[in-house]
């Protein structure tokens, strides 16, 4: 479809004023200029539109670490998320739209990431910086760790810093360990 990245960048425009409850095909139409029955040729409901739209941001970020080492890539990606706009609007507004992706199902999104994962997996087997083993297993495992780093590990820090982890940056020093010590010989 033509306008088809007008159309969700229209739709995060939208999400980001409203969130994705609030947000509307007639909302994301009138911002894209087009009309409604065009964008209902592609996207059935904001559903579809809005998983669209995580798919594109997500792989858009984890792109730019995309060919550095597996662990430092995947702290880099987490800690992009997690500041990154959308993610921020849907984990404050809008947090039950992830929840079909956490317990029943794989989204494109998932499949992305998972590819993106394993291919840096088997680029550091084939350099000698990560273990043998399945690279799809391990790519599976990486993602798990990496989202739960991204949705629960705020809960852990100690909102006084007086003890546990102080900070983001103690958090993703603990995500790189983990990984280091799953992924390398």
Request: charged share 25%.
């Amino acid at each position: 479809m033509e306008g088809g990245g007008q159309v969700l960048d229209a739709a995060r425009e939208v999400v980001l004023a409203v969130g994705v409850r609030r947000a509307t095909l007639t909302d994301v139409a009138r911002r894209a200029g087009l009309s409604r029955m065009t964008i209902y040729r592609r996207w059935p409901d904001m559903r579809t539109l809005v998983a669209d739209l995580m798919t594109r941001e997500w792989v858009r970020v984890a792109d730019r670490f995309a060919t550095g080492d597996p662990v430092t890539s995947t702290v880099a990606v987490v800690r992009a998320l997690r500041g990154h706009p959308l993610w921020r609007k849907i984990v404050e507004v809008d947090p039950e739209l992830l929840l079909p992706y956490l317990l029943d199902r794989r989204g494109a999104s998932h499949e992305a990431m998972l590819t993106i994962v394993e291919a840096a997996i088997i680029r550091g087997q084939e350099g000698g910086t990560v273990r043998p083993g399945d690279p799809v297993r391990m790519a599976g495992t990486v993602l798990l760790t990496a989202q739960s780093f991204l949705l629960s590990g705020p809960t852990m820090l100690d909102p006084a810093g007086l003890a546990g982890m102080a900070g983001l940056e103690d958090l993703d020093a603990e995500l790189a360990t983990l990984l280091e010590r799953y992924l390398r010989p």
